[in-house]
């Protein structure tokens, strides 16, 4: 599958790695050069320095003939700009798009989009295991 | 009418101050406060300190009851947002997005904004009008993927001599004036006959603009 992931932060580069390791081929974009620092040398993909909510760029990149759209940089509004543009101009079979503001996220979703926010998925999980009974001692396997 | 903006720069500010003065009900909602307090101070209270994309904000600014909402920031990803976010849950009738990349336009008419204005697109139209090409220069984005645009006719065009009548424009498209060389204006009836180096000012819709240009400027 080719994808294209949009922000190199942490999520952006584990990802990256993730399928790259897995056979996809993979290319990463983000507005800062030092970005790419985060991906491990096993990276076999392309690294492309550019701004995700400029369709020159996304043109440039190949976005027109990927299967899938990850779009994760620190901006809501970037993020579903550039899924939208993914899906609408370029036509990208597949545009996942992280949003943190759970209000903007259940909005684009019903507009269509598939979105995550990690504040909802973050916040349930951490009740979860506040929930479950801690066991097996101090060592931390019980989380 | 109460219209909200969204951004406190140069655009924000001196548009709220337009309107103001043709007695709208007017608020502009910025997230740094210096430009809040210049605001406040120079165009009374009606300024909210906050994010114009954040639902929360939105309701205390009254969304619902807005008229129109203008998002004019420095940042189109945010400009977009807003005006999506205004449509969508808060119904707003009319929304209108200052672009800051041209090529966005595109974009925003796919996802419903209803109008766009950008100072790069109208600054570049000025420079192209006054350079003497045979290009076509869009003067205005109108609703439902309609543009204004105007063209000179080169003197080798085919069409010069030719009644309007007996012209075939590409669909939905038509000409509502045409400027003479002499600069006089006229509305064009169909035995209108076009001269060379007139401005044809004609309404159509993007798909058809190449084909409309070709069939005024082609030998």
Redesign the interface.
Known sequence: MRVVIMGCGRVGATLAAMLSDDGHEVTVLDVRADAFRRLPASFRGKRHIGNG????VLARIGVGEADAFIAVTQ????N??AT??AK??FGVPRTLCRIY?P??EE?YR??GLETISPTIVGATLLKELLDRPKHGGDTGEGG | MYVIVVGGGKVGYYLAKELLAENHEVLVIEQDSAKCERIAEELGDIVLRGDG????TMDIAGFGRADMVIAVTG????N??SC??AK??FNVPRTVARLN?P??Q??FR??GIDTTVSATAAILAQIEQELPTHQMIRLLGLARGLELVSLKVPAEAGVVGKELGGLLLPHGSLIPLIVGKDGAPHIPAPDTVIHAEDEIVAVTNTENEEALRTILTQP
Not at chain 1, 53 to 56: E, G, L, S, V
Not at chain 1, 75 to 78: M, Q, T
Not at chain 2, 53 to 56: K, N, P
């Open positions: 909510i400029d369709q020159d901006g809501d509004n970037r579903t700009m939208q543009m609408h101009i503001d209000i903007r909005m019903k507009l | 994309c954040e639902a929360a940042d189109d990803e945010d977009l947002v999506q976010v969508t849950m990349n090529k966005n595109e974009i796919l996802l």
